[in-house]
């Protein structure tokens, strides 16, 4: 369960900017939209958040910033050498933040603990990196580390709640590595909900999505299969079977203008691999059924397959799901209906949440959203991101039209058109 992400100096994003999940004091559907965690000292949440604002004012580069720190997280122990520069952006408009460390916090829930982590670097190394645990309702520092310029060394914190070698570990880290992924690489337990955390529970993706593969996967479980048949039937897309049809990696069959060297790359990649293809069943009124290939169905429908692996997989297991341009290829309604599989108690028991960004509007108005769900995202003149959410405004519950308030410009976060003819200079 995610309760806040912030991240400071990271591509647009020069000062700290925040989403915040937690729930407001508004009463308004909070037996759909919002529940709370069983764990200590940690406030009612929302289950879902809709990021809005124009083309290039920042909202990407927010999922950009979550996606490094879970991969940060997940490979800084193992992928990387002593020495070795790491690949970060500091917002780089002025002088001054290009030379100031980059800065991600996260505080969520894993395994009925609320934990606060975070850590600041630069391309050279970790400044700082710091986990507070409320196992039991007050705060615990578990770690707590910073680099000192003048000795050019580190000082650790005393951590006594944190058991086991701590010094092994301590001399372990590298400066371009994470303590945590350290810790745990060398079979720390007590550190592991939090980094199985970011293995785990938060699933990002960028622009794209996942693309097909992880629905395909599943669907060579039957039962899973069924589910995600029936998941596209409620979708209202015509397919009632889905067939994989497995066959072994052929060199002949890449087109003929390949490149030779290219060939040889895919050759040696997939050589021992099966090719999966994936085929669409469609009922006939005859009674008969017609197979497609999945290539051959409308960019919608294979938006909507795509999706629905990771949908019912996060569903299933309350995954904390992140992705960009929700709204890409997709009706409306349809993305009303993926977005109210979150706030159905039925079809989230185990309190999933879904956090994406879209320029689909048209559901702002039909009470999906609380108002504390709804942030914007727009550059100021110093082409920094801000990200702010819809409650600044105090919009009247049921009064205000909040896609006229939006598209009007009341909230801001909109692209600035000029007129064609200045534009184009005619």
């Known amino acids: 369960m995610l309760i806040e992400f912030s991240v400071t100096n990271y591509l647009s994003i020069r000062e700290q900017a925040t989403l915040s999940l937690v729930k407001a004091k508004s009463q308004e559907l909070k037996s759909t939209n919002t529940f709370a965690p069983e764990a200590p000292a940690t406030p009612e949440l929302l289950r879902s958040s809709a990021l809005y604002g124009a083309n290039a004012a920042g909202k990407s580069n927010f999922i950009k910033a979550l ?62 990196e710091w986990l507070l645990a409320y196992p039991k309702g007050r705060p615990q520092r578990w770690i707590e580390r910073a680099y000192d310029e003048k000795s050019q060394a580190y000082v650790w914190g005393k951590m006594e709640k944190l058991s086991g070698q701590k010094q092994l570990w301590q001399a372990a880290t590298r400066s371009n590595a994470l303590f945590l992924s350290t810790a ?134 309350g995954y904390v799901l992140v992705i960009d341009e929700l709204h890409d290829n997709l009706h409306p309604l349809m993305v009303k209906f993926l977005v109210n599989l979150f706030h159905c108690r039925e079809t989230n028991p185990k309190n999933a949440q879904l956090i994406f960004t879209t320029h689909d509007t048209s559901i702002l108005n039909q009470e999906v959203f609380r108002r504390d769900q709804i942030w914007f995202c727009e550059k100021d003149k110093e082409q920094s991101s801000k990200l702010y959410p819809l409650t600044d405004f ?33």
């Open 394 to 426: 105090s919009p009247r519950k049921g009064v205000e039209n909040l896609e006229r308030g939006y598209l009007t410009g009341r909230y801001g976060a909109l692209p600035y058109l000029k007129n064609v003819k200045m534009a184009m200079g005619c």
């Open 67 to 128: 996606l490094f720190m879970k991969g940060f997280v997940m490979r800084s122990a193992k992928e990387s050498q002593a020495g070795e520069k790491l690949d970060i952006t500091p917002f780089l408009l002025d002088d001054t933040s290009r030379n100031k460390p980059s800065e991600f916090e996260v505080t969520f829930v894993s395994q009925g603990v609320r934990y606060q982590y975070g850590f600041a670097v630069t391309q050279e190394r970790i400044i700082e």
């Open 184 to 317: 745990v690489q060398l079979n720390n337990q007590q550190l592991k909900p939090v980094f199985e955390w970011f293995s785990s529970t938060l699933r990002v993706a960028h622009i794209g999505g996942w693309g097909p593969s992880f629905s395909i996967k599943l669907c060579e479980n039957v039962e899973i299969r069924d589910k995600i048949i029936s998941f596209l039937k409620a979708a209202d897309v015509d397919i009632d079977d889905i067939q994989l049809e497995k066959e072994k990696f052929n060199k002949e069959n890449l087109p003929d203008d390949m490149p030779d060297d290219i060939k040889k790359l895919v050759e040696e990649k997939y050589r021992d691999q099966s090719i999966v293809n994936v085929k669409t069943g469609h009922s006939l009124t005859s009674g008969k059924k017609v197979l497609f290939d999945i290539a051959d169905e409308s960019d919608g429908t294979r938006k909507i397959f795509e999706l629905a692996g990771p949908w019912l997989d996060s569903l299933d297991n």
